[in-house]
């Protein structure tokens, strides 16, 4: 065991100077600091309205993270010509698939933290927020971490199984511009992905399993992940090879043959090449083709929302059978099944390990 120093003959400095204590305590986190988990996504309108969808996308594409034009050209296009028109549309879309709890990805949202807490129970207090829209998270930090008390230590996990500079990483710059204005702030580590996590790639099998049990196996299961600008991946992000891995995971978990899937990607907007082949026109051709049944699962969700709900689950399923297909099934996110809450769950653990706050015995636990 590391000894320690014997600090009985303290100078008279350290001994009697007030000002070299702060106010309260020490400096150093105590064995029983709290840890704090904040997981955060996307985020989600207040409601189904235009008012709110354009307040929504406003501060969703006015990112610089999201749109990496110069402000000058790219804020009065968005502001004078794309959301006026934009925001109706993508209101309407919200309107099909809002519940009577709100949001689905929000409501997903709050239910996967609340399952990922009863699974850590004591070992760590989680709280969710979301990148654009409500909760935020500077209000979500300030109910978390209270100013005035001891920061304690805090976990970052970006419900992002996959890391992009528009998702993870903006977010981590919210919380970092938060933390900044504090003058005592907590330890921090963060997770940027667990695209290669195992368990994951096992809990994702074995809810396309189970899928297929209920309803039935279609000709061919498509892997579609959200697309990104190709220039983003030509100028260094990872996202492409990291949604590759996922699927390679998934499909090993699987066993399926190369025959048998397909990866995609799904949402571009504008004339610029985004990551291909695209979802849609992958679901037009094997519809030409022939195809009669297909089965999209879309792994980069952690949870349901907009672009599954109501862009797969409703407009995919309208353009297949157009195209001559009888159907598509659409395979839910993991949403806050049990499988996803305990891969979560290990994974904080893992990171958490070391921690003063953070009990062993629990960190240990599978």
Not at 62 to 90: H, T
Not at 318 to 347: K, V
Request: negative net charge; hydrophobic residues 40%.
């Amino acid at each position: 065991m590391l000894s320690c120093p014997d600090h009985s003959g303290a100078s008279p400095l350290q001994s009697e100077d007030p000002l070299s204590r702060p106010p309260g305590g020490s400096t150093t986190p105590a064995a029983n600091a709290p840890v704090r988990v904040l997981l955060f996504n996307l985020g989600t309108p207040a409601a189904p309205t235009r008012a709110a969808v354009r307040r929504y996308l406003s501060e969703f594409l006015g990112d610089p993270r999201v749109v990496e034009l110069p402000r000058w050209l790219w804020l009065p296009l968005l502001n004078g010509v794309i959301l006026p028109f934009r925001a109706g549309r993508s209101a309407h879309a919200y309107q099909s698939i809002w519940t009577e709890r709100g949001s689905p990805l929000l409501v997903n949202s709050l239910d996967l933290a609340a399952a990922v807490q009863r699974e850590l129970g004591e070992a760590a207090t989680v709280a969710c927020a979301m990148r654009y829209g409500q909760p935020d998270i500077a209000s979500t930090l300030a109910s978390l971490v209270p100013e005035g008390s001891d920061p304690g230590q805090l976990l970052l996990l970006p419900l992002y199984p996959q890391y992009s500079s528009t998702t993870t990483a903006t977010g981590l710059d919210a919380v970092a511009a938060e933390l900044r204005r504090r003058r005592w702030q907590p330890e921090l580590r963060w997770i940027t992905s667990y695209a290669d996590e195992p368990t994951w790639h096992r809990a994702v099998a074995d809810s396309i399993c189970a899928h297929w049990q209920e309803h039935g196996r279609g000709e061919r299961l498509l892997f579609s992940f959200h697309g990104l600008p190709q220039a983003f991946v030509d100028a260094g992000d990872p996202y492409l090879d990291q949604c590759r891995r996922s699927a390679d995971g998934i499909v090993r978990e699987l066993g399926l043959e190369a025959s048998q899937w397909q990866l995609c990607f799904q949402s571009r907007v504008g004339k610029a090449p985004w990551l291909q082949p695209y979802t849609d026109d992958v679901i037009a051709r094997l519809a030409d083709e022939g195809v009669r049944r297909i089965d999209v699962v879309a792994p980069g969700f952690s949870v349901d929302c907009l672009e599954t709900l109501e862009e797969i689950a409703i407009r995919y399923d309208e353009l297949f059978r157009e195209h001559g297909g009888d159907g598509l099934s659409y395979i839910p996110a993991l949403n806050a099944q049990d499988s996803h809450a305990r891969t979560l769950a290990a994974l904080i653990r893992r990171h958490c390990a070391g921690w003063p706050g953070f009990s062993s015995d629990i960190a240990n636990q599978p």
